[in-house]
């Protein structure tokens, strides 16, 4: 969670990103490669995150260890980021990568929508598949190695946007690939104004099922709300909803727990 000068900061790249019209695809993989030198660069990282170096001293920074690697969108980018402060020096990075799969959304265009539930069905499909998940968790493997593997799985079953970000959660930067495609998840229904609420549930969900409780939680949170729903056996009556950090439970199994735990108090 950000917090202070690293959410200020996030912000306005975020909105300034908004203006930019060039190849959004492009520049979203130059962002992830400049996250992922900062990462890997501890030096370049400090320097560039210096509140007492200049901010153009920091600019030239950039400008000499990427060279003509970038655009001048990717360039101007990230020069800004780097003249502003940061509340931690890990921040830098994960804005510039969070900004980095903004533009990615924003290269599928009108199909920006459908990123974020491709990206959900890779989670479930990674999550049923225990050879593949072990595959992917393995440090013997290199990142390149996991990023073949989900390329030769995914490759034409879901649209260019999300495959690359598919490969982009498994950097390692986020513990897990599971964690990485989930946070990627919610930044792509962001990118459309959205929140997304999971639901769990015994059966799927009927459409008109679906609709009631769309709006009932877009009237709530006074926003968009998408709905991804989860069928888990173990869920016995009603539904589990989670949105951000809420999680409402109306499931027969959590009241019988709730009864269990006041017996034995």
């Given amino acids: 969670m950000l917090r202070g000068a690293s959410a200020e900061a996030r912000q306005e790249l975020a909105s300034r990103l908004e203006g930019i019209s060039g ?9 992830f490669a400049v996250a992922s030198v900062l990462r ?22 950039i400008g000499n260890v990427f060279g ?3 655009g001048s969108d ?14 931690s020096p890990r ?6 990568e969070y900004l980095g799969v903004l533009a990615t ?51 034409g079953k879901v649209q260019p946007a999300t495959l690359v970000l598919v490969g982009q959660a498994v950097s390692g930067s986020h513990g897990s690939v599971d964690r990485g495609l989930e946070e990627f998840q919610h930044v792509a229904a962001e990118a459309k104004d959205e929140r997304i609420a999971t639901v769990h549930t015994a059966r799927e969900l009927a459409d008109d099922e679906r609709e009631r409780l769309t709006q009932a939680l877009s009237r709530q949170y006074a926003t968009s709300v998408h709905l991804q729903v989860v069928v888990d056996p173990d869920v016995v009556g009603g539904l589990r909803v989670e949105i ?18 006041k017996l034995a108090g």
């Fill in 23 to 31: 190849d959004t695809a492009t520049l979203g993989e130059e962002l």
């Fill in 40 to 61: 890997g660069e501890a030096a370049v990282r400090r320097i560039a995150t210096d509140a007492s170096i200049e901010g153009d001293a920091k600019a030239g920074l």
């Fill in 244 to 261: 951000g950090d809420d999680v409402i439970d109306g499931t027969v199994s959590s009241k019988l727990e709730d009864a269990q735990r």
């Fill in 91 to 96: 921040d830098l990075a994960d804005v510039i």
């Fill in 105 to 155: 959304v924003r290269s599928a265009g009108d199909d920006g929508g459908r990123v974020s539930d491709e990206l959900f069905e890779v989670r479930q499909t990674v999550d049923g598949h225990e050879p593949l998940r072990s595959a992917l968790s393995d440090p013997a493997r290199t990142v390149a190695d996991k990023r073949g593997l989900l390329q030769q799985l995914f490759e």
């Fill in 74 to 87: 990717a360039v101007d980018l990230v020069k800004d980021a780097v003249r502003r402060r940061w509340t």
């Fill in 68 to 70: 003509n690697a970038l």
